[in-house]
């Protein structure tokens, strides 16, 4: 079985300071993470994912995620936040054991100050 | 330019009323899915095809029904909408034939069930 957990409803930063939107996961199997993100009246787009290739993934626009099995987290990182990074962002794994239905999390709604 | 596209974009309807939401990809992808997206629980899988003629239940299906009789064609039915399927639907795509790989989406359709 697989979970995910965004541990933020909303995460509110000021232009220029760093971004973390926090995930953590749950599988039987070897995973694989994804983040997406998804622009107000758009559709998703994939940010990043984890494979089982490095630990540390870089993504489009700046964001990176690290895999840390031990902590069963893929969390999401962005060293100096644009506006444009405003919008809601799902973390999805998807078990390698199987199953054929990934799962979002219930999202994370990132909010940049000017 | 490789996309997924679905119609209609906006749909308002009353209860009962059958209707069918269209959904095509231009990637030669095996794997193709319907989610549903509602506030503040994510995205949900509703049904999902693995290739031509091979469809099954994601998290989601009851009221719902799909086809694929084309690889790059995955419609979504619903026989008797009622308002609890009133929600942002999106279709999506990925190569493989599993889901472990990117997927990629569909701009989305509102719909809503008077």
């Known amino acids: 079985a697989q979970s995910v957990t965004q541990l933020d409803s909303h995460v509110s930063v000021s232009e220029g300071t760093p971004v973390l939107l926090r995930c953590n996961y749950s599988?039987?199997?070897?995973?694989?993470l994804f983040w997406y993100v998804q622009h107000p009246n758009k559709g998703l787009q994939l940010l990043l994912k984890?494979?089982?290739?490095?630990?540390l993934v870089k993504g489009i626009n700046g964001f990176e995620a690290e895999f840390k099995k031990s902590e069963t987290s893929f969390h999401l990182t962005k060293p100096s936040a644009h506006m444009s990074d405003a919008a809601e962002y799902f973390c999805v794994v998807s078990d390698l054991g199987g199953s054929y239905i990934p799962t979002f999390g219930r999202g994370t709604s990132l909010i940049v100050h000017p | 330019e490789a996309q997924v596209t679905q119609n209609p974009r906006y749909l308002i309807t009353v209860t009962g009323k059958k209707l069918t939401v269209t959904c095509s990809q231009n990637?030669?992808?095996?794997?193709m899915s319907w989610y549903r997206q509602d506030p503040g629980l994510g995205l949900r899988q509703i049904y999902y095809?693995?290739?031509?003629?091979?469809?099954d239940k994601g998290d989601v299906p009851e009221g719902y029904k799909v086809s694929r009789k084309e690889k790059r064609n995955f419609p979504l039915i619903l026989e008797s909408p009622s308002p609890n399927q009133t929600s942002l639907y999106f279709c999506?795509?990925?190569?493989?034939?599993?889901?472990?790989?990117?997927?990629?989406f569909g701009p989305g359709t509102r719909l809503l069930v008077l």
């Open positions: 999506a795509s990925s190569g493989g034939g599993r889901s472990q790989e990117t997927q990629y």
């Open positions: 095809s693995m290739n031509v003629e091979v469809t």
């Open positions: 990637m030669n992808h095996e794997y």
């Open positions: 984890y494979t089982s290739a490095a630990t």
């Open positions: 599988s039987s199997y070897s995973p694989s």
